[in-house]
């Protein structure tokens, strides 16, 4: 009794307390003539310093505008169940607590504009699983992370315009179309409203699909202001999105091996997908039905190239289906897609059967069925083979039936007589096989390839024939091939050029060292030798033009060099012919004896040049000596 009249005092109390109102705030009731109605709250005194706490819970939208509150404590509305609208604009809040909006399941539009928050705790956002509408702008965020990106997927009004942001996420545009892979629709109730002017964003390959937006005519994300413009770098400052040019940003493409593979199974299949784009994409493999992948290694042998292989190791049927390789970078994504079809079925080598030995309950019959066995066969088909093999199940006799038993005993002694008779047959086919195939030969030799043929006799068409071969005293890297008897020749591929090989052709039941052999060798590479043709032509060209200069360098060094021998002996001549030799002459003395005609005699010449050296000045050079005994007079 005393619980009920406390539950009752409590719900008094709340009923008087529901259309209460803060003090500083104003309530205003919604009502319709059918009784029901909302309740929004507005709260606009500049004196308020913290947010209201008694708020009433019928609140569906409530504004806080104008105050003085810094800070937005954890669960400061987690008694407000039905609130739809909270707007908390032209504030002074500094900071967002993670658990601020803490059970607000039906919010449905949150305001935070024009405040000075620099981090907003987006993983809140979560809480809020209603939330359409984010006003973020006028604010002081700059940067968000990678991590806001999956509490933005469902919000489809986000203003973040007025900030300090200089670039976003690359991925951020891929929860949208056209990246998102989804198709373009025109219904209006699937537009995106971004709000991303008056930042200073640096434009660079990071945000080239938000650029890419800017200029695309009909897109699902409808940007406030088209006019867009770059702040940095340098070269881009002041360009608008429409008209820019990024330079290193290129979106990536993809190419694989092949679209479609067919293997056998239980072998080994390689997947290879190469992707160019800068910057360098990175590769990742995924299954159409998602389920792991695994084996895989990727290099990037220089910037702007990667490739990626995966390995499929004894493949199984559930491996089959579609891979995808996809190629990603900041400038976009791109996928390609491998189909792997897996053929055939294990296949299970049945020993031969020995002659007197009996078979057990549980034996495989060759030959003769019994009535009394049920056969659980299935066929087996493994690339390039094919082999039906058939077992069979023994049913447990039932006592009652006695004839049943004697039949099962007449079935064991006519498979005995059948063994004995088969092993007989498999003696006599080992004597034959070993004549049965001649004239083996190697013909179309090739650098990589050759086609060796041989003659059957005594064999069926579909005898099964293996063709081993490998390079000559190489056991250990033999390599086979399945034929058949008929088809008398097979193509041997994968050879290296300029090799000796040993090729053997094995028939079953031959006795070992008694197959045929042939050894035969490979033609050298045609390429190589083709490129050893041109380096002889070219070296040849180059000796010729380079020959002719070599001599003439020679022979100028010889003419320069007998040139100057030819000086040193021809110096007399020289000598004669660029000098004047200078003579003096003087009077004979005169005597009773003397010719009246010879007045004149020449003195030695090398007391001329003397004489000359020697000479005193110009104007006695010049004098004529009357006198007897020296007359003598200069000239030149």
Same mark, same amino acid.
């Given at each position: 009794?005393?619980?009920?009249?406390?539950?009752?005092?409590?719900?008094?109390?709340?009923?008087?307390?529901?259309?209460?109102?803060?003090?500083?705030?104003?309530?205003?009731?919604?009502?319709?003539?059918?009784?029901?109605?909302?309740?929004?709250?507005?709260?606009?005194?500049?004196?308020?310093?913290?947010?209201?706490?008694?708020?009433? *819970? =019928?609140?569906?939208? $409530?504004? #806080?505008?104008?105050?003085?509150?810094?800070? !937005?404590? +954890?669960?400061? &509305? %987690?008694? @407000? *169940? =039905?609130?739809?609208? $909270?707007? #908390?604009?032209?504030?002074?809040?500094?900071? !967002?607590? +993670?658990?601020? &909006? %803490?059970? @607000?399941?039906?919010?449905?539009? $949150?305001?935070?504009?024009?405040?000075?928050?620099?981090?907003?705790?987006?993983?809140?956002?979560?809480?809020?699983?209603?939330?359409?509408? $984010?006003?973020?702008?006028?604010?002081?965020?700059?940067?968000?992370?990678?991590?806001?990106?999956?509490?933005?997927?469902?919000?489809?009004?986000?203003?973040?315009?007025?900030?300090?942001?200089?670039?976003?996420?690359?991925?951020?545009?891929?929860?949208?179309?056209?990246?998102?892979?989804?198709?373009?629709?025109?219904?209006?109730?699937?537009?995106?409203?971004?709000?991303?002017?008056?930042?200073?964003?640096?434009?660079?390959?990071?945000?080239?699909?938000?650029?890419?937006?800017?200029?695309?005519?009909?897109?699902?994300?409808?940007?406030?202001?088209?006019?867009?413009?770059?702040?940095?770098?340098?070269?881009?400052?002041?360009?608008?999105?429409?008209?820019?040019?990024?330079?290193?940003?290129?979106?990536?493409?993809?190419?694989?091996?092949?679209?479609?593979?067919?293997?056998?199974?239980?072998?080994?299949?390689?997947?290879?997908?190469?992707?160019?784009?800068?910057?360098?994409?990175?590769?990742?493999?995924?299954?159409?039905?998602?389920?792991?992948?695994?084996?895989?290694?990727?290099?990037?042998?220089?910037?702007?190239?990667?490739?990626?292989?995966?390995?499929?190791?004894?493949?199984?049927?559930?491996?089959?289906?579609?891979?995808?390789?996809?190629?990603?970078?900041?400038?976009?994504?791109?996928?390609?897609?491998?189909?792997?079809?897996?053929?055939?079925?294990?296949?299970?080598?049945?020993?031969?059967?020995?002659?007197?030995?009996?078979?057990?309950?549980?034996?495989?019959?060759?030959?003769?069925?019994?009535?009394?066995?049920?056969?659980?066969?299935?066929?087996?088909?493994?690339?390039?083979?094919?082999?039906?093999?058939?077992?069979?199940?023994?049913?447990?006799?039932?006592?009652?039936?006695?004839?049943?038993?004697?039949?099962?005993?007449?079935?064991?002694?006519?498979?005995?007589?059948?063994?004995?008779?088969?092993?007989?047959?498999?003696?006599?086919?080992?004597?034959?096989?070993?004549?049965?195939?001649?004239?083996?030969?190697?013909?179309?030799?090739?650098?990589?390839?050759?086609?060796?043929?041989?003659?059957?006799?005594?064999?069926?068409?579909?005898?099964?024939?293996?063709?081993?071969?490998?390079?000559?005293?190489?056991?250990?890297?033999?390599?086979?091939?399945?034929?058949?008897?008929?088809?008398?020749?097979?193509?041997?591929?994968?050879?290296?050029?300029?090799?000796?090989?040993?090729?053997?052709?094995?028939?079953?039941?031959?006795?070992?060292?008694?197959?045929?052999?042939?050894?035969?060798?490979?033609?050298?590479?045609?390429?190589?030798?083709?490129?050893?043709?041109?380096?002889?032509?070219?070296?040849?060209?180059?000796?010729?033009?380079?020959?002719?200069?070599?001599?003439?360098?020679?022979?100028?060094?010889?003419?320069?060099?007998?040139?100057?021998?030819?000086?040193?002996?021809?110096?007399?001549?020289?000598?004669?012919?660029?000098?004047?030799?200078?003579?003096?002459?003087?009077?004979?003395?005169?005597?009773?004896?003397?010719?009246?005609?010879?007045?004149?005699?020449?003195?030695?010449?090398?007391?001329?040049?003397?004489?000359?050296?020697?000479?005193?000045?110009?104007?006695?050079?010049?004098?004529?000596?009357?006198?007897?005994?020296?007359?003598?007079?200069?000239?030149?």
């Amino acid at each position: 009794m005393r619980r009920l009249l406390c539950l009752h005092a409590f719900l008094c109390c709340l009923t008087m307390a529901h259309p209460f109102c803060p003090s500083q705030c104003t309530c205003v009731f919604h009502g319709r003539t059918d009784g029901t109605g909302t309740r929004s709250v507005l709260c606009n005194d500049p004196d308020m310093s913290d947010i209201p706490v008694n708020v009433p *819970v =019928d609140t569906v939208k $409530l504004r #806080i505008e104008k105050t003085a509150v810094r800070r !937005v404590p +954890t669960e400061a &509305f %987690y008694y @407000l *169940v =039905d609130l739809r609208y $909270l707007w #908390i604009t032209y504030n002074s809040i500094t900071s !967002v607590d +993670t658990g601020s &909006f %803490y059970n @607000l399941k039906v919010l449905h539009e $949150l305001r935070l504009d024009g405040n000075m928050i620099s981090v907003f705790p987006w993983e809140s956002l979560k809480e809020m699983p209603m939330l359409k509408t $984010l006003d973020l702008h006028n604010n002081r965020i700059n940067n968000v992370p990678t991590e806001a990106i999956p509490y933005l997927r469902n919000i489809t009004y986000l203003d973040l315009s007025s900030n300090k942001l200089t670039t976003l996420p690359s991925e951020l545009m891929d929860i949208w179309p056209p990246f998102n892979g989804l198709p373009v629709s025109s219904n209006a109730s699937q537009k995106v409203v971004l709000g991303l002017q008056d930042n200073p964003w640096f434009c660079d390959c990071k945000i080239s699909k938000m650029i890419e937006i800017s200029k695309m005519a009909e897109t699902p994300v409808i940007l406030m202001d088209l006019f867009l413009t770059c702040a940095g770098p340098e070269n881009l400052s002041g360009v608008l999105f429409q008209h820019a040019e990024l330079e290193n940003c290129v979106k990536p493409s993809v190419m694989t091996s092949a679209t479609k593979i067919t293997s056998p199974l239980g072998s080994n299949v390689l997947l290879r997908c190469d992707a160019s784009g800068f910057p360098t994409p990175t590769l990742y493999w995924a299954k159409s039905d998602g389920s792991p992948v695994s084996n895989t290694v990727q290099e990037s042998p220089g910037d702007g190239i990667r490739w990626s292989i995966m390995s499929l190791h004894g493949i199984l049927y559930k491996d089959a289906g579609n891979y995808n390789c996809k190629a990603k970078n900041v400038a976009g994504s791109v996928e390609a897609t491998i189909s792997l079809t897996v053929a055939g079925t294990i296949g299970t080598t049945v020993p031969p059967l020995r002659p007197g030995v009996g078979t057990g309950p549980s034996s495989v019959a060759t030959t003769i069925i019994p009535p009394t066995f049920i056969p659980d066969s299935f066929t087996s088909t493994v690339l390039p083979r094919a082999s039906t093999i058939a077992f069979y199940r023994k049913l447990k006799p039932t006592p009652s039936n006695g004839l049943q038993k004697s039949k099962v005993k007449q079935a064991k002694n006519e498979q005995g007589s059948n063994v004995t008779k088969l092993a007989a047959d498999e003696k006599s086919k080992k004597s034959d096989t070993s004549k049965s195939i001649r004239d083996l030969k190697i013909v179309e030799e090739t650098a990589d390839s050759a086609v060796l043929l041989w003659t059957a006799d005594g064999l069926p068409n579909d005898a099964p024939l293996t063709v081993v071969y490998s390079p000559y005293g190489e056991d250990d890297t033999k390599r086979t091939v399945e034929t058949n008897a008929g088809s008398g020749k097979v193509l041997l591929d994968g050879l290296s050029s300029g090799m000796r090989y040993s090729v053997c052709l094995v028939a079953k039941g031959t006795a070992a060292g008694k197959d045929p052999c042939i050894d035969f060798y490979t033609l050298d590479n045609v390429e190589d030798g083709g490129q050893n043709q041109l380096l002889i032509i070219i070296s040849g060209i180059a000796c010729a033009l380079v020959l002719p200069l070599i001599i003439l360098l020679l022979y100028k060094i010889l003419a320069l060099y007998c040139k100057g021998r030819n000086t040193g002996l021809n110096e007399e001549d020289l000598e004669k012919e660029s000098y004047v030799k200078f003579e003096t002459i003087s009077m004979k003395q005169r005597n009773l004896n003397s010719h009246p005609t010879e007045l004149w005699a020449r003195r030695p010449t090398n007391e001329s040049e003397r004489m000359l050296l020697c000479s005193r000045s110009s104007i006695d050079s010049q004098m004529t000596y009357k006198s007897d005994s020296s007359r003598s007079e200069y000239l030149c």
